[in-house]
Structures are given as structure tokens and as C-alpha cells.
């Protein structure tokens, strides 16, 4: 198992499907195998003595290998996961009460599979679960230090892999983290906002629904940056993100383009509702953020996604709309 694996294990982990949905051929082969191998020990048991049992044993090979070669074609389900946890542990677990030896060999195996199966957690809880089977299993059968290096060794590949994937889960978090957020303020970047428009604008088209995008921009905020220093402006951008946050609903985003120009995506909002929330954003910017000197605050433009609009089309229509907000306020200002 090398490096590269092991990270796109944990990225998977995260997510469900697994890592099936990355690498289905791959997972497919290893399922098989798997599952192979390991039947093949109670199978040989059973065949010899049991016929009703060798008979299951066989139907049991059958699913998994439907499983496998399905597997090849469409991602994995937790419902798929959770049906070959259980017929592989099934089998290992039956296993170690026949043949304990057999048992521990495979059991190291198993538990890192587990891992491919489930998000972290869940496969941390039941690989716990099948090595204290296990190791019960065989130290109940077998002599006690035979037992316990077999339960020791599986202990150690299960928490040696849990240490793994861990880090290799940290890692990509932080990663996902700085290619989606703007380490600044914690706002999701302009990245982040191409895809998050790029569904909205399914969502509006498909179900005929709302959605409205407000850009916004900052007003004199190069002024005090020369005034009160590249902190102050810094420290000005962090407090109007997080009042930003603190007045939106659960189901709009704020993301930074960059400097002092932001974008708010309002979903199931129609225009005249964003008009009204914006302007009472955009008196509430002075009222909460003071720099005594310069007289800050906030332009904006709005427009509603419309179907049939390219997203660079209607990034244009809320540049111009915000430009026309800016001009209007300078002209205010200045009569
Ligand atoms: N402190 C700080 N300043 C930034 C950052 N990014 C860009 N800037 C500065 O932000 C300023 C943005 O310029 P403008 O938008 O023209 O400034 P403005 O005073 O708001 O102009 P108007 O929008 O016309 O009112 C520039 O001086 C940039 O150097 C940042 O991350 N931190």
C-alpha cells in the first residue's frame, strides 16, 4: 500500500460514496479477492462436512461477487458498505471460531479494508468491534502467546492505520480549506463561488426558482488603508465578513473576489427582498464598523439569475448594477 493510496483513502473517508467512487475498479478488485481468500477457509470447512452450509457459503460468494463486478460500473452505497462489512466480518468472524488461526492472518486485512467502506468514524467503531471478536475468538481457542501476537499484530495495523488515515484526513481538510476559503476573512473564495453559481443556476433553471447576487464594494478603503495603515484595512475586512455573517440567512453565501470587493449569493430571494436586505446591510456598515476619520461604507449591485444567462453574463450584470450604486453614492457625496 503506498503513499498515494493511502491519501486517496482519507479523502474518501470523508465522503460517501467512498472511495469507491474514484477508483472503482481498483476497490472492485480488492473486494474480490477479499473476499475470495477469506471464504475460501470456512467454505473448505463446510464443504466437507455441512452441505446447507457449504451451500450458503457459496451463495455468500455469489453476492460478493455480483458486489465486485457491480462495483466496476456504479459507486458504492452505504447500504453496499454495510452488506459486505457484514458478510466479509460474517465470515471471519465464523471463521475464527473454526479455524483461529486462519482467522488472525486475515483479520489485519479486514480491518484496514474497513477503511474503504465506511467514513472514518464508523470504520475506527467496527474494525474496534471485529478485532475484539477476533481476538476473543482465538485466545479462547488457541494458546495464549500464539493468541496474543496474532491480537497484538492486528491491533497494531489497526491503529496504525487509524493514525494514517487521520493525518492524511487533517491534511486534506486543510488543504480543501485553503483552496476554497480566503484565509483573510473566512469568506469561500471566488473558486468556490463559480461552482456554488454554477448550481444555483441548475437549481433556478430546473425548478423555476429564485436566486439573487448581490457584488459588493467597499467605499473608501484604499483612504484608510494610507490613514490607519494595511492592519487597520485588514481588521476592517474581517469585521465586515463577519457582520455580513452575522446578518444573512443560513442559506446565503458570502465570498471574497478579492481587495475590498465581495458577492453575496441569495437563494430563493426575489429582487425587491434583496434590494431591502442589502439596504439595511448597507446602513448598518457604519453603524458598526467606525474608523472616526474615514467615512466608510458599502456600494452594491444587484441582479436575479435568469434562466438561459451565462454565469459571465450575469457577473456582468451585478459589476455594472455595482457601478452604477458606486457612482450614484460618489455623485451624493460630492453635491
Ligand atoms: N488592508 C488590505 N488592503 C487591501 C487588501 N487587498 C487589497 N487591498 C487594498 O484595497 C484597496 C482597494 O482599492 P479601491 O477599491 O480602489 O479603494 P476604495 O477607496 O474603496 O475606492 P472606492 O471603491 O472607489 O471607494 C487598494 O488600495 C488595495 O491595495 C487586503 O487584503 N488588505
Not at 468491534?129 to 476473543?136: G, K, T
Not at 496474532?150 to 487509524?162: A, F, G, Q, R
Not at 473564495?189 to 443556476?201: A, F, G, P, S, Y
Not at 465570498?255 to 430571494?269: A, Q, Y
Request: charged share 15%.
Amino acid at each position: 500500500m503506498n503513499i498515494k493510496f493511502l491519501s486517496d483513502l482519507s479523502l474518501c473517508c470523508k465522503k460517501q460514496p467512498i472511495l469507491i467512487n474514484r477508483y472503482p475498479k481498483y476497490a472492485a478488485f480488492v473486494f474480490f479477492t477479499t473476499a475470495l481468500l477469506i471464504s475460501y477457509f470456512p467454505f473448505k470447512y463446510a464443504f466437507a462436512s455441512q452441505w446447507g452450509l457449504s451451500i450458503s457459503v457459496l451463495l455468500i460468494i455469489v453476492v460478493l461477487v455480483l458486489n465486485a463486478l457491480k462495483l466496476m460500473t456504479s459507486p458504492l452505497t452505504i447500504l453496499n458498505g454495510i452488506l459486505i462489512a457484514v458478510i466479509i466480518g460474517g465470515m471471519l468472524t465464523f471463521l475464527s471460531f473454526s479455524a483461529p488461526l486462519a482467522a488472525g492472518i486475515w483479520t489485519p486485512a479486514f480491518l484496514v479494508s474497513l477503511y474503504l467502506l465506511f467514513p472514518f468514524k464508523v470504520a475506527w467503531l467496527v474494525a474496534l468491534f471485529f478485532w475484539l471478536i477476533l481476538s476473543y475468538s482465538t485466545v479462547a481457542q488457541l494458546t495464549f502467546d500464539i493468541a496474543l501476537r496474532l491480537s497484538l499484530s492486528s491491533c497494531i495495523v489497526l491503529m496504525l492505520t487509524t493514525i494514517i488515515v487521520k493525518i492524511y484526513n487533517d491534511a486534506i481538510s486543510t488543504a480543501e480549506g485553503l483552496a476554497t476559503t480566503d484565509v483573510l476573512t473566512g469568506a469561500l473564495n471566488r473558486r468556490t463561488m463559480l461552482e456554488v453559481l454554477h448550481k444555483e443556476h441548475e437549481r433556478v433553471t430546473r425548478y423555476k426558482q429564485q436566486c439573487c447576487l448581490v457584488m459588493i464594494d467597499l467605499d473608501n478603503f484604499k483612504t484608510l488603508n494610507d490613514t490607519y495603515g494595511h492592519a487597520s484595512g485588514d481588521e476592517l475586512l474581517i469585521q465586515f465578513v463577519k457582520l455580513v455573517h452575522e446578518s444573512i440567512r443560513q442559506n446565503d453565501t458570502l465570498f471574497r473576489l478579492g481587495g475590498d470587493e465581495f458577492m453575496l449569493v441569495l437563494p430563493c430571494l426575489n429582487i425587491a427582498d434583496a434590494y431591502a436586505f442589502v439596504a439595511r446591510l448597507q446602513k448598518l456598515v457604519p453603524q458598526v464598523i467606525n474608523y472616526k476619520s474615514v467615512e466608510l461604507g458599502m456600494s452594491f449591485g444587484v441582479c436575479e439569475m435568469q434562466e438561459g444567462e451565462t454565469l459571465n453574463e450575469l457577473i456582468h450584470n451585478a459589476d455594472t448594477a455595482l457601478y452604477q450604486n458606486k457612482l450614484a453614492r460618489k455623485a451624493n457625496t460630492l453635491l
